[in-house]
């Protein structure tokens, strides 16, 4: 079996990305950036990000999770910490953040360490959730092998069935990472594959080191 694909291709052509017309902030350019995806049609999810982390097997491990938050300090998402991805972070926290938005033609790659979200902060999003969210989170133990759907199903409704009318608490191994970024990479597409490429560069004095790299 085999399927060419190199009759694929395209050119980019709807923007740019130049030294003079963006800040010395990679946060405020991501901010820029991630504002004028949203409101440009086309991506279903703008915060859907691709997060790498490094196996205990050695391997990179890469899976979409979807970011809730990015501040000055960092960017923000959800999940288990006895996960697969829970456990690579515990005996690595380098971890590697990818956004890919095709509507405007654009790619951010994010190299940082992850670190857990304060406890508080975790409760509040997780009190937030719909319910029904709030028991997917408790009921599943992400990554473990079960043996069928029904099985999985079964799990829900007795867990259902215990906490009938009660408030539920977020369990502990569930909860934030806060990935703060040591370098922050911005491709626009641009025609002939002469593409835009914009790194920052986290310092140890804390400053930001802007260079282009060659498409
Ligand atoms: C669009 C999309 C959004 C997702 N969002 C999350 C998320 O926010 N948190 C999460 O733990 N998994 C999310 N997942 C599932 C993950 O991709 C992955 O299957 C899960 O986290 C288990 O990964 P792991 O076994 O490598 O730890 C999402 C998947 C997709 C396709």
């Known amino acids: 079996m085999q399927k060419d694909l190199s009759n694929y291709r395209k050119s980019y052509q709807k923007s740019e ?10 946060m405020e350019v991501f901010q820029k950036w ?10 279903d999810e703008p915060n859907a990000m ?37 456990k ?38 997780f009190e937030s959730r719909p319910r029904g969210s709030q028991l997917g989170a408790l009921v599943s133990e992400q990554s473990e092998p079960i043996k069928s759907r029904q099985a999985l199903e079964e799990k829900l409704i007795a867990l259902e069935k215990e906490l009938e009318n009660k408030e539920i608490e977020r369990p502990k191994h569930w909860g934030g990472y806060l990935v703060r970024p040591v370098s922050i990479e911005f491709w626009q597409g641009r025609p002939n594959r002469l593409h835009d490429r914009i790194r920052f560069s986290l310092q140890e004095d804390l400053d930001w080191k802007i260079e282009r790299l060659q498409p």
């Open 17 to 26: 990305l130049l030294e003079k017309a963006i800040s010395n902030n990679p």
């Open 34 to 43: 991630f504002h004028e995806v949203e409101v440009t049609d086309g991506v």
């Open 50 to 86: 691709t997060v790498s982390t490094i196996g205990l097997d050695g391997y990179p491990k890469s899976r979409v999770v979807l970011m809730k938050k990015f501040t000055f300090e960092g960017f923000i998402f959800y999940t288990n910490y006895l996960s697969e991805k829970g």
């Open 88 to 125: 690579a972070i515990a005996n690595n926290p380098n971890v590697c953040l990818a956004f890919f938005w095709p509507n405007l033609e654009r790619q951010v790659l994010i190299k940082g360490k992850a670190e857990k979200l304060a406890t508080n902060l975790s409760d509040g999003y």
